[in-house]
């Protein structure tokens, strides 16, 4: 059996926010999503004709009309919703450091900065707008060019 991971979902109050952080923040794009039984957001890491590019699915709580995301994944108390749970954190490959932080730094957001030197990778740790961690690895080499 091969195996990859295709995506993860979030179910989420707050649409807006989710797409401010990972599109505004991380650089998604929001893309083509199926005509589901509720509200939510289809987030591309690469091209948006590609449905298998579609990394991050924002699933909607529409408090209105929740019948729909019910009866599709069932469903969910609200205050469960909050942090990573049992799932520590997710993780996506990136490059950029240094446009990356700036980018946070505007925004009021403070990443936690790991080295791994036996990987070559440079993690920044940060928070989503629903408290799920999310990390990024750059390749260290990115921090080494900016004197860290």
């Given amino acids: 059996m091969g195996i990859s991971l295709n995506h993860f979902s979030i179910r989420t109050v707050d649409l807006d926010a989710c797409e401010r952080f990972y599109c505004g923040l991380l650089g998604l794009k929001k893309g ?7 509200p939510g957001l289809w987030l591309y890491a690469g091209e948006t004709d590609r449905y298998d590019n579609a990394a991050v699915h924002i699933i909607g709580i529409d408090r209105n009309d929740p019948e729909g995301l019910k009866k599709y994944l069932g469903d969910r ?3 469960s919703l909050a942090g990573s749970g049992a799932v520590d954190h997710v993780a996506f490959f990136a490059t950029g450091l240094k446009e990356t932080l700036e980018r946070l730094k505007a925004n009021g957001i403070e990443g936690r900065e790991r080295t791994v030197p036996v990987l070559g990778l440079h993690q920044v740790f940060i928070d989503d707008p629903n408290g799920i961690v999310v990390e990024l690895n750059f390749p260290a080499a990115e921090k080494a060019a900016l004197g860290g």
């Fill in 32 to 38: 083509p999503r199926p005509p589901f039984p509720f």
């Fill in 77 to 79: 108390d609200e205050t």
